[in-house]
Antibody
Framework: QVQLVESGGGLVKPGGSLRLSCAAS????????MSWIRQAPGKGLEWVSY????????NYADSVKGRFTISRDNAKNSLYLQMNSLRAEDTAVYYC???????????????WGQGTLVTVSS | EIVMTQSPATLSVSPGERATLSCRAS??????LAWYQQKPGQAPRLLIY???TRATGIPARFSGSGSGTEFTLTISSLQSEDFAVYYC???????????FGQGTKLEIK
C-alpha cells in the first residue's frame, strides 16, 4: 500500500537547522509531485513547499522562502526538507504528502505521512 | 493570496443526524477545492476533490457541493467515527499556492 514515513524532527534552538526526510513506498515515487505541509500545535494546516517529479520546479510559502529548501532523490524514493534559520513560529508537525490531481497537476494531497514534530525553542 | 474561511468553527450534532459544513473562498476557485478529515493524533485524510468527487474508499454519506466561492461538505447520517476536524483546501492558482481553511470541529452533541 502507499506509505509515507517522515523522520528527522526534534528540538532545535532558534537560528538552528534541521533536515527532515520522508521515505515513500507502494507507488512510483518518480511520477509524482510531493509536498510538505505543517501544523502548529492546536492549529490548522499550512502548506510549506512542493517539488515536481523531476525536481525541475519548486515553490515555497512566503513564510519559509529563503530559509527552507525542498529536494528529492528518486533513486532512494525519498523527499527532504532542509530547514535553516529556524524560528519559534516554525514549531509544528511536518507532514509529507503526495500531490495528485487531474492531468498530472499537483492539486490535492493524498496520502499524508504520520508527521514528524519540530520544536524550535531555547 | 486566496483566503479560505470555514464555518462554523465548532458544530455539535447527534449521531445519525446530518451535518453541514461550509467553506468560503475570498475569490473564485471554480471547483478546485478539496476536503480533508483529521482525527486526533492522526494525519489528515482526503475526502473530496474537485468540490464533489469522493476519494477512493470514502463512504457515500460524505458529499461535497458548490463552486466559485461557496462550498459545502455534507455528512448525511453521522457515525461515531465521523467526529473529527474537517478542512477545506483550494488549488486554483498556477503555480500552486495552496491555502487551507482554519477547520471545523465536528463534535458529538
Amino acid at each position: 500500500q502507499v506509505q509515507l514515513v517522515e523522520s528527522g524532527g526534534g528540538l532545535v534552538k532558534p537560528g538552528g537547522s534541521l533536515r527532515l526526510s520522508c521515505a515513500a513506498s507502494g507507488f512510483t515515487f518518480s511520477d509524482y509531485y510531493m509536498s510538505w505541509i505543517r501544523q502548529a500545535p492546536g492549529k490548522g494546516l499550512e502548506w510549506v513547499s512542493y517539488i515536481s517529479s523531476s525536481s525541475s520546479y519548486t515553490n515555497y510559502a512566503d513564510s519559509v522562502k529563503g530559509r527552507f529548501t525542498i529536494s528529492r532523490d528518486n533513486a532512494k524514493n525519498s523527499l527532504y526538507l532542509q530547514m535553516n534559520s529556524l524560528r519559534a513560529e516554525d514549531t509544528a508537525v511536518y507532514y509529507c504528502a503526495r500531490a495528485v490531481g487531474n492531468l498530472g497537476r499537483p492539486n490535492w494531497f493524498d496520502p499524508w505521512g504520520q508527521g514528524t514534530l519540530v520544536t524550535v525553542s531555547s | 493570496e486566496i483566503v479560505m474561511t470555514q464555518s462554523p468553527a465548532t458544530l455539535s450534532v447527534s449521531p445519525g443526524e446530518r451535518a453541514t459544513l461550509s467553506c468560503r473562498a475570498s475569490q473564485s476557485v471554480s471547483s478546485n477545492l478539496a476536503w480533508y478529515q483529521q482525527k486526533p493524533g492522526q494525519a489528515p485524510r482526503l475526502l473530496i476533490y474537485g468540490a464533489s468527487t469522493r476519494a477512493t474508499g470514502i463512504p457515500a454519506r460524505f458529499s461535497g457541493s458548490g463552486s466559485g466561492t461557496e462550498f459545502t461538505l455534507t455528512i448525511s447520517s453521522l457515525q461515531s467515527e465521523d467526529f473529527a476536524v474537517y478542512y477545506c483546501q483550494q488549488y486554483n492558482n498556477w503555480p500552486p499556492k495552496y491555502t487551507f481553511g482554519q477547520g471545523t470541529k465536528l463534535e458529538i452533541k
